[in-house]
């Protein structure tokens, strides 16, 4: 008998389109694939009415432990279940990964309702040199680059040793890795130096006096030298969180020529859904939010292929820090709960975004780009990781629903169509109706993601990401 059935839905299958029909679990896996009227014993049956069943999404970018270290586990998963996200990879950073990896691991599978992998930060020439060693302890295949902390900037938070040189060796490094992929964080710290003084001075306070201080073209001419550089080293480049026009078009111009590999783009739901004319210091966030002008050629390029994952950047710090003023706040604000709702708010009522577009970017392809076995997609033998959606529902957003440690939300008040009604991890339904299920705070049940690295290897020569 089956554990579970999901009847008569709209299932939406990404990069492909939606069909109608049912699915069965069994096990913490999908079964079969059944017609919408098909009946099938099943612990239980679910009708689903027509509405939105999509593979649960895979948020690409997260900084758990921002927050609390001690709780964001359980707060941040909890309101990532919420908003239909079943896994997630989370930035993890410290001096040794390979003492900390661990046990910040066992605090995940402690507290995590919802499936969870990591990318490393690599900050240091120690972990340029241990990268590979890490890499096949804890199953990490996907890594980061900060160029935002180097020089002066880095020093400030404690970074002495990141440069050029520094990513060069990482990207050496990264192309060793089967299935290996290097994020960049793309901005021009040094030239900030010379703006970002008489932008202060002038008293600005706004989000566009923070756009001005970083402008687009510090983001472009990082994104060229990461694309040109990972060229040259044959490494797979990630641009994680492109905010602007302009950093899009040199990623066009770098992917326009035949590479040694992939260079793929990842933006943020901020990127889409906000501007600088955004409530400040709420909005701060690195990259800055940019114009309407931006935000439409980003939504241009999810729509066509050119974007293929698009993520939170979720960082669940407490409102105190945004202050007191623009310049002195922390940077980045919560998002995991509100990724969904938006997207298909925005892009699919708003702007006719297919939904099977949406699944390719937040789930398919973050699978296949970060090497995730069993997960992105609604077939037989897939984990049951799914989001049932009714796109009708509206309903304002409101920082106090959405169970972060954070207590405050760029997008709050807004009101959204489009929202999620149940989220299945692996079979087992974690919230409802916009609420956590009772069970899941005594046994979060999420599991960590190691990814296979001799798998990950097949895969990339079989196909690659993109849908
Ligand atoms: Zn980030």
């Not at 060793?176 to 008293?203: F, K, T, Y």
């Not at 402008?215 to 060229?224: C, I, K, R, T, W």
């Not at 302009?246 to 933006?267: C, F, I, N, Q």
């Not at 992105?376 to 796109?391: E, T």
Request: glycine share 10%.
């Amino acid at each position: 008998m089956l554990d579970l059935l999901l009847r008569n839905a709209r299932i939406v299958q990404p990069g492909v389109g939606v069909m109608s029909g049912s699915v069965a679990v069994k096990d913490g896996r999908i079964a079969a694939i059944l017609g919408p009227r098909d009946k099938a014993p099943a612990g239980e049956t679910v009708e689903c009415s027509e509405r939105i069943l999509m593979p649960g999404l895979i948020d690409p970018h997260t900084h758990f432990g921002f927050g609390s270290d001690e709780t964001d586990f359980r707060t941040e998963s909890r309101s990532a279940a919420l908003g239909g996200v079943t896994a997630a990879f989370t930035f993890h950073r410290s001096a040794d990964l390979r003492e900390s990896t661990g046990p910040w691991r066992d605090r995940g599978l402690e507290q995590s309702c919802i499936d969870f992998g990591f990318h490393f930060g690599l900050t240091s020439r120690l972990h340029v040199e241990t990268l590979a060693e890490a890499a096949r302890a804890f199953g990490v295949t996907s890594f980061k680059f900060y160029l935002m902390y180097k020089g002066a900037a880095g020093a400030a938070k404690g970074f002495a040793e990141i440069d050029d040189a520094l990513l060069y060796a990482a990207m050496q490094q990264v192309a060793r890795i089967p299935g290996g992929v290097l994020g960049v964080h793309c901005e021009n710290v040094e030239v900030i130096a010379a703006l970002r003084p008489a932008i202060r001075d002038s008293g600005a306070t706004d989000l566009r006096a923070w756009d001005a201080q970083s402008p687009d073209f510090l983001e472009a001419e990082n994104v060229f030298r990461v694309g040109y550089f990972a060229d040259k080293a044959g490494c797979p480049a990630n641009i994680v969180h492109l905010s602007s026009r302009e950093g899009l078009e040199v990623t066009d111009y770098l992917r326009s020529k035949p590479r040694s590999a992939p260079l793929t783009v990842e933006t943020c739901i901020h990127y889409l859904t906000l501007t600088h004319d955004a409530r400040a210091p709420e909005g701060k966030v690195n990259p800055p939010l940019r114009s309407a002008r931006d935000v439409d050629a980003l939504w241009q390029a999810v729509a066509d292929g050119r974007i293929e994952t698009v993520g939170s950047d979720h960082v669940p710090r407490k409102h105190a820090t945004k202050g007191p003023d623009l310049w002195q706040a922390s940077a980045g604000f919560p998002g995991i709960g509100t990724l969904l709702p938006l997207l298909i708010d925005e892009g699919h009522h708003k702007r006719g975004l297919p939904l099977e577009r949406i699944a390719a970017v937040t789930s398919l392809n973050v699978a296949r780009l970060y090497g995730v076995a069993g997960k992105g997609w609604i077939a037989p033998g897939m984990d049951a990781d799914l989001v049932l959606i009714d796109p009708e529902l509206r309903r304002e957003v409101r920082h106090a629903t959405l169970e972060s440690f954070s207590d405050y939300t760029p997008w709050e008040g807004q009101s959204l169509r489009g929202w999620p009604v149940a989220t299945y991890v692996r079979g087992r339904c974690v919230a409802r109706d916009g609420a956590v299920l009772p069970e899941v705070a005594e046994a979060p049940g999420g599991a960590y993601m190691a990814r296979e690295i001799a798998a990950a290897e097949q895969e990339r020569t079989s196909g690659g990401a993109g849908a």
